[in-house]
């Protein structure tokens, strides 16, 4: 079993173009065996193979399936020759299998073509299960049918699709060959659907809002904008739904929630990229102190479901997700951490961050200072999980203030491994204070800050006819999975992320 054949191999790294007239010609050999197949009359896509079980099924079930006829479909990975005999590799979605292919069981027409298949190539076969002298479950082929040519030779095996870049852009290539990534966007299913049916078990129906709104809204972000022919109107992708779904408070609903895309016109990074997954959830008659064990209840539980532990890994640190979680106020981090306190020196807020070395923008007022010193100097050192909370009402305009202190919320973001995981609040439900909060973001805006919110009138109307008192979450799914996948980047947990063009 030796002697492997690869059918045209190649590293996909930066040795890339010195390969390509290898390649070229591998697939210049793989379209003759195509024209061959035609015109013998075969229809090398048009086949119809229904399988009757997965590999995985079939060795899983062995003692069941041993002696009996199966069918089984997928990619051939690997293949064998022996004289009469050969062996190969089939690979579906579950996982591998040995196909046994022998010229006195097949006939000689049909063992001769089983050779001249390619690394690649789909096939559907029907076979008996049995064990090997080598104790490897396997499948007799009885008959084969190809259902779909390859063209293209795939990525070497030992060698594999390396190059981290070619991996974002051709992530088939990428799941063909890497099996530890199919883990990972299996993982992440598993993850949404823990999230969703954890939801749905406390009560939460799930809703879908709208993507395309007239006015952005639901965060402090800079929207992308299109344009509605018919409606001769501008529209803005959304950058949270947050809005549409507390209009759903205003309508009777309880308990709701959303796992969808938001999209933000901003930077790439390893933890950012223009559109991502987000979770928003909102529960009537509750506060922020209900949503962050809400948070912890959700990120813990799907650890456990899909790792079986609280306790993960990353990146060589060992994080503990068990709750409670701390909870610690922004203003007391950053004393913790770098010795500044603001409550002492109230109305220098500004003057003291920047004498710390803090970067602000022009024009920055106190809560965007206190908010960009705990950004800046105290967010790295927030490995083991906890929730930071209270932050400053200039830069929380849809929380509801604190009843003992006016300039700050009840607000909380939890943090592990230094990142913001999600953030949450007491929703705001005064209209008038409402009100006054977006004309604060307004004149921001037009003094140059372009991810501050809009005016949104037709949200207002909504909270005058009046919103029961809530508490609001809004999770970062894609850092979540990040975080229980051991994953680096946010790209390697977004099946198509997006890259520059190619040159």
Not at 127 to 139: L, N
Not at 376 to 391: A, G, M, N, S
Request: one cysteine or more; aromatic letters at 8%; proline letters at 5%.
């Amino acid at each position: 079993m030796d002697d492997v054949r690869n059918n045209g191999v190649f590293d996909d790294s930066a040795n890339e173009l010195a390969n390509t007239t290898e390649i070229n010609d591998l697939m210049a050999v793989r379209r003759g065996k195509l024209e061959r197949l035609i015109q013998a009359g075969e229809r090398p896509y048009d086949g119809k193979t229904v399988p009757t079980h997965l590999a995985r099924d079939v060795i899983t079930q062995f003692e069941a399936l041993n002696g009996q006829t199966v069918t089984l479909a997928g990619r051939l990975r690997a293949l064998r020759i022996h004289g009469g005999a050969s062996f190969a590799d089939l690979h579906d979605s579950s996982g591998r299998i040995q196909l046994f292919v022998r010229r006195d069981n097949v006939g000689e027409a049909v063992y001769e073509s089983f050779k001249e298949l390619d690394l690649g190539d789909f096939i559907g076969v029907r076979g008996t299960v049995f064990r090997t002298k080598r104790g490897e479950i396997s499948i007799e082929v009885e008959s084969y049918e190809l259902l779909s040519k390859s063209l293209r030779p795939l990525p070497e095996k030992w060698h594999g699709l390396r190059d981290i870049e070619q991996r974002y852009r051709r992530r088939y290539l990428d799941l063909i060959v890497n099996p530890e990534s199919r883990k990972v966007f299996i993982l992440r299913s598993e993850i949404i659907a823990y999230i969703r049916q954890a939801l749905v078990g406390m009560g939460f129906i799930e809703v879908e809002t709208p993507m395309l709104h007239p006015i952005p809204g639901g965060a402090n972000a800079r929207p992308f904008e299109t344009y509605h022919n018919a409606l001769d109107m501008p529209l803005y992708m959304r950058i949270a739904p947050e809005l549409y779904l507390k209009r759903l408070l205003v309508g009777g609903f309880d308990k709701v929630f959303e796992i969808g895309k938001n999209f933000r016109n901003e930077g790439i990074s390893t933890r950012h990229n223009p559109e991502y997954t987000s979770l928003e959830a909102y529960q009537a008659y509750a506060d922020y102190h209900v949503m962050m064990e809400l948070t912890e209840k959700l990120i813990s539980g799907a650890a456990k479901e899909v790792l079986g532990t609280a306790v993960i890994q990353y990146q060589g640190r060992e994080i503990d997700l068990t709750p409670p979680w701390p909870r610690l106020s922004m203003l007391e981090a950053i004393r913790r951490y770098t010795g500044i306190d603001f409550e002492a020196c109230a109305g220098r807020e500004v003057e003291v961050a920047r004498e710390a070395g803090v970067r602000l923008k022009p024009g920055a007022n106190a809560g965007q200072a206190i908010l960009e010193t705990f950004e800046q100097r105290v967010e790295e050192h927030l490995i083991q999980p906890v929730f930071i909370t209270d932050h400053p009402v200039e830069v929380s305009p849809l929380a509801k203030r604190r009843a003992d202190n006016p300039r700050l919320t009840e607000r909380f973001e939890p943090y592990i491994n230094g990142w913001e995981i999600a953030n949450g609040f007491s929703e705001l439900n005064d209209p008038i204070d409402q009100r006054r909060r977006f004309e604060e973001q307004v004149r921001a805006r037009e003094a140059g800050d372009d991810e501050a919110h809009f005016m949104d009138e037709d949200f207002l109307e909504a909270l005058e006819y009046g919103m029961p008192p809530a508490g609001g979450l809004g999770i970062g799914i894609d850092r979540v999975v990040m975080l229980l996948t051991n994953s680096p980047s946010i790209r390697d947990v977004i099946l198509f992320p997006h890259m520059r063009p190619r040159a």
